[in-house]
């Protein structure tokens, strides 16, 4: 059976996926998508159909910019041979559909409970009751750390098991603020409440989540965006991934005790969050991203006052970073530290730019373009050491280059105002898929019309989802007073997670 072959933003019609019989479904998916060193999994998702659970599997092969569709049906009642044991980056999508439907898998190698979400299969698993990893032995201690963040007000409970000052696990159990977000884009309607949700999802994404959103329900309604709409898009992504590098450029200082990089970072981050401010009247760029539309165009006064912002903001951030990596003292806290290989990275099936620096070169803009990015020749950058310095290094070099796309697309931009219309309806009985890179990575969201064009089904992977476990994984034979600044150089979000 043939099965669809789509680019990104590309709806098709949802009777066109088959609906392959699970054993046929789970060795297509093992031994023929997944074997291409450039493939990796979007999303993997139930939605309740008919009577029972139908699966999607999204599988993207980055070489070619394509993505690969593909279903099966499975009772909930069932017990299936799970695709974690082959691949072990599905792990977590299997244990979301194993805790949402109640389906079990008979070689799961960790069915542990994701969110906690009402209505849950198994309410009985409660975060109360929740079954850490233990290791028993005289010297060993354990560090429950959480659920109450010290830093920021997200929970999360991290429970290490040490020999001494040495990590040798660490378990990160989330779930603790669940919103349901994606039954509200079933539950609400009108186009505005629906893209306030889509800037609700991550409060420090709401560009790159809302042209996610955006992207899908233009598709959608077959709304092609004109020129300057979403070159617009193009540099309040890279807009929000500057600022929001600068500020964990300060926070990574801050961990290592270097006030005067933390300080300087930290300063730097303003005009760039202030810059939103002046261009829609608000730091985190909440009410700019709008389906068919902008609410406040970039005009020639903003441009050039964007251009005076970057004048002051670069040489800054180049002398400070200079500086910062310069000391011995810095370099000692991060080289070699909380290190990730790419052999890791890719059997986990991490994302964006914790991926990249351990050589894995996972990036939408290069490899499934969306937008403006389809127009010009992204090249990712690449670090290979995996550790706290190559986050800190890509961060750096991210940042301008995204400075450099931001010119770019200012040069290309038409002199025409954008484009006012409303797209229109979705298309019923429709499948999309959008993928974004943010600025921790791939963001993908999924949907899916009923009969009559309403949102039937939406599914949200923010890539956090891929990077919790390379956060675990990194820490292992490191100190425990190192993990603060690993924590900060992978800068996950909590509630991302907890949709």
């Known amino acids: 059976m043939e099965i669809p072959v789509i680019k990104n933003n590309q709806r098709i019609p949802l009777a066109s996926i088959p609906k392959l019989d699970y054993e046929s479904f789970l060795d297509l998916v093992v031994n023929r998508l997944m074997n291409r060193e450039d493939a990796h999994c979007v999303n993997y998702y139930g939605y309740p159909s008919g009577g029972s659970v139908r699966l999607i599997c999204c599988i993207a092969f980055d070489r070619d910019c394509s993505i690969h ?7 909930q009642d069932r017990e299936i041979p799970s695709i974690t044991a082959g691949i072990k980056a599905f792990h977590g999508f299997e244990r979301e559909i194993h805790e949402n439907f109640g389906i079990r898998y008979t070689d799961h190698p960790w069915l542990k409970p994701l969110r906690y979400p009402h209505g849950r299969a198994f309410p009985d698993q409660t975060i109360e009751n929740y079954s850490f990893y233990t290791i028993d032995g005289e010297e060993l201690h354990e560090v429950g750390v959480g659920p109450i963040h010290a830093g920021i007000i997200e929970p999360g409970h991290f429970r290490f098991i040490c020999n001494g000052e040495q990590i040798l696990h660490l378990e990160i159990q989330l779930g603790y603020q669940h919103r349901a977000i994606e039954k509200l884009f079933i539950q609400k309607t009108g186009i505005h409440r629906l893209v306030t949700l889509a800037e609700s999802i991550a409060g420090d994404t709401v560009a790159g989540h809302a042209s996610a959103f955006v992207n899908a329900w233009e598709s959608l ?102 500086e910062f990596s310069d000391l011995p003292s810095a370099l000692a806290r991060m080289e070699r530290t909380g290190t990730v290989t ?54 750096k070099a991210e940042i301008v280059q995204s400075i450099g796309t931001i010119r770019k697309a200012l040069d290309a931009m038409p002199a025409s105002s954008p484009h006012q219309k409303d797209p229109g309806s979705p298309i019923p009985d429709s499948f999309v898929i959008s993928l974004v890179e943010g600025w921790r990575g791939e963001i993908c969201h999924c949907a899916i019309t009923g009969s009559n064009g309403e949102l039937l089904h939406y599914k949200i992977k923010d890539p956090s989802f891929h990077n919790w476990l390379g956060l675990a994984l990194a820490v292992r034979k490191n100190e425990i007073s190192d993990f603060p600044v690993c924590n900060k150089s992978f800068n996950l979000s909590y509630c991302g997670y907890d949709l």
């Open 69 to 75: 569709l593909l279903s099966t049906q499975v009772e």
């Open 221 to 322: 309604c077959g709304f092609i965006p004109p020129e300057r709409l979403v070159i617009e898009r193009a540099i309040a992504l890279e807009m929000e991934r500057m600022a929001v590098y600068t500020g964990d450029l300060s926070a990574i200082c801050g961990d290592i005790a270097y006030q005067l990089g933390s300080s300087v970072f930290g300063r730097l981050r303003t005009p760039l969050i202030n810059f939103f401010q002046e261009w829609c009247g608000n730091r985190f760029a909440k009410s700019l991203i709008r389906p068919g539309k902008t609410n406040f165009m970039l005009s020639q006064a903003l441009a050039e006052r964007w251009k005076q912002v970057i004048s002051a903001y670069e040489p800054d951030l180049l002398e400070m970073y200079d």
């Open 342 to 395: 790419k052999e890791t990275a890719a059997e986990i099936g991490m994302v964006g730019m914790a991926a990249r620096a351990s050589a894995l070169p996972r990036d939408v803009r290069a490899s499934h373009p969306e937008g403006w990015f389809r127009y010009m020749d992204h090249e990712p950058l690449i670090k290979h050491h995996g550790d706290v310095y190559s986050r800190t290094q890509l961060r």
